[in-house]
Each structure stands twice: as C-alpha cells, then as structure tokens.
C-alpha cells in the first residue's frame, strides 16, 4: 500500500514577516525618514504640529509633490527630465504672454499653456526614442532651450524679464478658483494644490498597480528591449510620460500664475533636483524598472517638512541645501539596506 506524499512547500507563495512584506516595498525607506523627520521636529518646535503649520507644510510638499508624482512614473519608466523645473515656469509664461499679445479670457491663455507642456512632453519623449541619445542629454538640451526662450521671449514681448500682472483680465476669479483657491478644512485653510497632489498620487498608484499601462511602465524601465520582444510599446509608453511631466508642470505653472498673479522668467532653475530627490527618496531606482507614486509623494512631504522646519526650529536656513542632500544621502542608502534585508527574510 502507497503512502501519500505530503505536498512540498513552494517558497514562492510565502508571504513572509511584517517586516519583509512592509520594506520591500519601495516607499518603506522613506516612510521610515519621514516618521523619524516628524518625531524630531516635533519635538525640537512644538509649532510644528500646529493645524495651521501642517497646512503650510502640506502646501510646501504639494508644490514639490505634483511634479514628483510624474517625475516618480519617469524613473520608473528609466528615464529622467531636467526640464522640468523650467518647465513649470514655461508653461505659465506661454500662458501669461499670449493673453498679454492676443487679450481674451485667461482659460484660453491656461489652455495655450498646456498645449505648450504637452508639446515639449512629446517632443522629449520622442527625441528620445527616435536618436536613441540619453534622456540625460536630451532634456538637458531642452533645459538650456527652455531657459533661453523664457527669458528671450519674455523680454522681447514685455520689454522686462516679468510677465505682466492677469488680475484685471476676464475669467481670472474662475481660474483663480480653479487653480489657486483655498480649501477650509476643519476651520485651516488649505491650498488647493494639496488635494491635486493627492489626487494625482491616487491616479498615478491606480495606474501602477491596476492597468496594463503600468506593467508597460515597469516592463519599459526594467527592460526595455525585452519588454519590446514581447509587446510592449516601449516608444508611446516612454512619450506618454514626458507628455505626463508636462501635465504636471502645467498644473503647477497654472497654480504659480494664478497665485501670484505674474511670473518671473528667471524662475524654476534647480528646481527640477526637487523633484528628483523627491523620487530617490521615495525609492524611484534611477536606473529605472522600480518605484512608486506614494513613494514620490512622501518625498515631497520630507521636503516639505524639512523646508518649514528648520523655520519653526529657528535653525540657520544656510544649512537647508546641506540638509536636502544629507537627506537624499541618508534615506537612499537607507531604503536600500531596508530592502536587502526584506529580501533576506529580515535577516542580517
């Protein structure tokens, strides 16, 4: 008579401890910073915790955050953007400056500027596919380009290097509202680049984790050429994101124009580090194939907590860029080592 063989166990369908189903998850490094980041501030500025003061911050992190949610899907996808920065500042100024020399309603001038993000979206997205160069190159050509025409443009149209003020144009109370309003939460006004962020981080993870789309965007970043062999467009999945990066930018350059009312042409430099960092910190890998969106927006809260805390701390805010980069530093090699040990089992 046979006996039954008891099943062998499969250490593929383990789930795993707590602590390696939480950090192996991209966002485990930088959730992990932001709690620390939190705790200290909290502490050393009990401001910090105030209704008010979170709002503040949240509005801080937002405006890092809208951009981090399209430049997280970018690495993931294995590329980058650094004109992005400048391209925040290129959408409302194509915006700004068409009103100025064709007058009309400001929803033209919002639509014109993200017809304008979306092109220079495109364009990156398809420079980069058709020459095969780096994305690095690329967009650092695009940087240059974008930097020389917002000032170029600007002053040849307006004679300074400002765009004139949209207050007294028709629809700016709409648009204002759309783009630039505030949000009573429990009796603390909140910006309402706050909820987009939100919103966005909820679609971008919707379409990470849910769609077919988000596979093409891991499969393209992780393997590009293996992901072609079998199906994937590489070329739209790769133009779509930059064309994502626009959106941002111009939802951000319409939050700035509408919000201050004029735009500075020289503004946006640097800025597009922010969001790169923000991505980092939040696990984006910048050879691509990894990454997420919450990820990205809880490195835009790290900014955003480190930007107003070292104000409410009453710290010499000489040492904020130095802080930013000890962050990024710290927080990479913390989601790293974090996940090499999750992938051990918790084990050293």
């Not at 992901?227 to 350059?253: D, E, N, Q």
Request: charged content about 10%; hydrophobic content about 55%.
């Amino acid at each position: 008579m046979s006996t039954a063989t008891a099943p062998k166990f499969d250490e593929r369908m383990a789930t795993g401890n707590l602590f390696t189903r939480f950090f192996s998850k991209p966002e485990a490094g930088a959730s992990a910073a932001a709690l620390v980041l939190a705790i200290m501030f909290a502490v050393v500025a009990p401001q910090f915790t105030q209704p008010e003061s979170i709002a503040t911050i949240l509005y801080g992190a937002s405006t890092v955050g809208i951009m981090a949610v399209g430049v997280s899907l970018l690495m993931i996808g294995g590329e980058v953007d650094l004109s992005a920065g400048v391209g925040v500042i290129s959408s409302a100024l194509s915006a700004s400056l068409f009103m100025y020399w064709f007058g009309g309603n400001v929803w033209v001038g919002a639509i014109i500027g993200l017809v304008f993000s979306l092109l220079v979206g495109f364009i990156n997205g398809w420079l980069l596919t058709k020459t095969k160069l780096s994305s690095f190159i690329i967009t650092l050509a695009t940087f240059f380009m974008l930097t020389g025409l917002n000032l170029g443009v600007t002053r040849l149209v307006t004679g300074g290097v400002a765009a004139p003020s949209i207050a007294n144009w028709p629809g700016f109370e709409s648009a204002a509202a759309v783009f630039a309003s505030d949000i009573p939460v429990f009796g603390v006004k909140v910006k309402i680049t706050v909820f987009y962020w939100i919103l966005l981080v909820a679609i971008a993870t919707w379409i990470l984790k849910r769609t077919r789309a988000g596979n093409w965007i891991f499969a393209s970043g992780g393997a590009p050429d293996a992901a072609r062999a079998v199906g994937v467009p590489v070329v739209r999945t790769k133009i779509a994101l930059y064309m994502g990066v626009g959106f941002c930018a111009w939802l951000l350059g319409m939050h700035q124009l509408f919000a201050f009312k004029t735009v500075q042409s020289g503004e946006g430099i640097g800025n597009e580090f922010l969001y790169i960092i923000a991505a980092v910190v939040g696990g984006c890998l910048m050879t691509g194939g990894y990454g997420s969106a919450i990820g990205g927006a809880i490195g835009a809260l790290i900014y955003g907590m480190a930007l107003k805390g070292v104000v409410y701390a009453e710290w010499n805010p000489d040492w904020l860029k130095f802080f930013l980069g000890a962050m990024l530093l710290g927080a990479t090699v913390l989601n790293f080592t974090l996940q090499r040990r999750a992938a051990q089992g918790g084990k050293k």
